[in-house]
């Protein structure tokens, strides 16, 4: 079974401060995505990576898939208040099918 | 973009009621579908695959006499929660699957909020 263990479950910061969500497996993924999902709506693609040590950086999130490719971590400069969200990582499942496996997922919550 | 709708967006329903969900993607054909459930502050978890022109998939633990999936054309699918008790208030999601390149890339819908009195 391919379980991605998101860390931490939850995180409150304050406006400016920086942050590192990380993504884990014992399984080796072909690609990771970063979904953000905010409350009571469905989830957003943010980024996919596809390569071992890839690094993408979207505004001030930088995202980074393990050279092994069984991890990711998700790096968020000078939060702010929008950046509130679920953060998900999710993998290709094994077997196909296109089905994803979702990681257990990090409340962030930023406060002015 | 792609853009996939869900209606309704939310619903309250009488326990022992069906209730219908739509999922339609909006401007891209998907022949698979994939309908999800959420609890508070958790992550998604995958209930059943949706395909066109055939039989809905299940995830184990996922009755599909309680969850019928219909998967009627290209741009949407159905999931009807059958004879609805509380236990099955949740947040609905489903998501549409495109392939962009060569990776995995699914599309989702702002979800259904539903809830059994």
């Known amino acids: 079974t391919q379980l991605l263990e998101q860390s931490p479950q939850f995180l409150s910061i304050q406006e400016g401060e920086n942050l590192t969500v990380y993504c884990n497996s014992s399984?080796?993924?072909?690609?990771l995505q970063w979904y953000r999902q905010e409350p009571g709506e469905g989830p957003v693609l943010l980024v996919t990576?596809?390569?071992?040590?890839e690094v993408k950086k979207l505004k001030r999130l930088t995202f980074q898939f393990g050279d092994a490719r069984k991890d990711s971590s998700l790096h968020i400069t000078a939060a702010q208040p929008g950046d509130t969200g679920l953060y998900l990582c999710?993998?290709?499942?094994?077997?196909?099918?296109?089905?994803?496996?979702f990681g257990t997922g990090t409340q962030l919550k930023v406060e002015l | 973009g792609a853009v996939v709708s869900q209606h309704p967006s939310w619903v309250i329903c009488k326990s022992g009621t069906s209730v219908k969900i739509e999922c339609r993607s909006l401007?891209?054909?998907?022949?698979?579908m994939f309908w999800y459930r959420q609890f508070p502050k958790q992550s998604l978890m995958l209930m059943a695959t949706?395909?066109?022109?055939?039989?809905?998939?299940?995830e184990q633990g996922v009755e599909k006499d309680k969850f019928l999936i219909n998967h009627a054309s290209l741009t949407l699918s159905t999931l009807t929660v059958t004879s609805a008790h509380p236990e099955d208030s949740s947040f609905y999601i489903c998501?549409?699957?495109?392939?962009?390149?060569?990776?995995?890339?699914?599309?989702f819908g702002p979800g259904t909020r539903l809830t059994v009195l």
């Open positions: 990576v596809v390569t071992g040590g």
């Open positions: 399984s080796v993924f072909s690609s």
């Open positions: 999710a993998g290709p499942r094994s077997g196909g099918g296109n089905k994803l496996t």
């Open positions: 949706s395909n066109e022109g055939s039989k809905a998939t299940y």
């Open positions: 401007d891209f054909q998907a022949t698979t």
């Open positions: 998501s549409a699957h495109r392939p962009v390149g060569w990776t995995d890339t699914q599309y």
